[in-house]
């Protein structure tokens, strides 16, 4: 009888408990609650909801109508970690954004309208992750990002960049991660990767780069991924990767390159050493003549470390059109010299 009375008063204070949740969660949102607090997922809106619990540690407020937001919005969530605002309607931000957010770590504001940013407006949280991804930005101002020496993870693809200024990352000393893919980058301002030590993930792909400046990783020596595909490099400097030899992952696939330089690859000795593979040349117009002997002996000794090895092919002469690089004979090579 006993085991019985405290069972149901164990189910009562349950469904009290579910009751007391239900209740306090704002219309056309659900609320979840754990240990740590409270995650609040929000849909159909057009104006920022209101009752939200103050233990919410997770704010997703995610393809609505919202187009405007204002700090007091986020006034009494002191215990805030992360906010999910992809997918709505957003234009811009205020100054003093994240002023009562102390513990926030992530903001994720995919697929918005914004164009631009007030200067430091980030400042005011510890955030670690930033997704600035799908927006309408032209460009990056460095005062973005001011006091933000916390952030590892910068997500700014899917816009439409068309330059940097040499300055935009150089409070970012902490990053690990950076991607700036599918933008309409043309080049990349000699030194504006300098002031990231810690950058280990770089994503360049999917923009309208056409060259690079001999420097460009010199400063990013623990770099294990970088992707450069789908891009137009046309040639690339000696010496360009010397300084990478952490590098894992080296993707500079649909380029327009037609020959590397000597000693290109020589000191990337740890490519593919998780994957069993770690380079993609593929979707280039290789000119299989004398100056392909590097590249065919680099490959030919290093099989396993090559995606793709079939379609990376020779462009030219007609008569080696198609055939991959690493079933070319040592007499195919040498005989165009």
Known sequence: FNTGMMISWVCLVIFAWYCTIALSCPEQCTCYSSPNGTAVVCVSLTNFPKAIPSDTVSLSIEFTNLTNIVSEDLRGFSSLQELHL??????????????????????????????????????????????LKGNR????????????????????????????????????????????????LEKLPEGCLNALPSLEILHLDDNELSSLAPTTFDFTVRLTQLNLQD?????????LFQKLQRLEILSLNDNRLTAVPLGLFDKLEVLGVETGQGLDLSGNPWKCDCEVAYLWQWLTNHKDKVFFQNKTQCATPDELKGKPITSLTEQEVAGSC
């Open 86 to 131: 992809s997918g709505n309607q957003i234009r811009k931000l205020p100054e003093d954004f994240l002023r009562h957010l102390p513990l926030l770590h992530t903001l994720d504001l995919t697929g918005n309208l914004l164009q631009d940013l007030p200067p430091g407006v980030f400042c005011c949280s510890p955030l670690q992750n930033l997704v």
């Open 137 to 184: 930005f032209l460009s990056v101002n460095p005062l973005w990002f001011q006091g933000m020496s916390n952030l590892t993870w910068l997500d700014l693809s899917d816009n439409k960049l068309s330059s940097l200024p040499l300055a935009a990352f150089q409070n970012l000393s902490s990053l690990k991660t950076l991607s700036l893919g599918n933008n309409k």
């Open 231 to 239: 891009n137009k490099l046309k040639k690339l400097p000696q010496g």
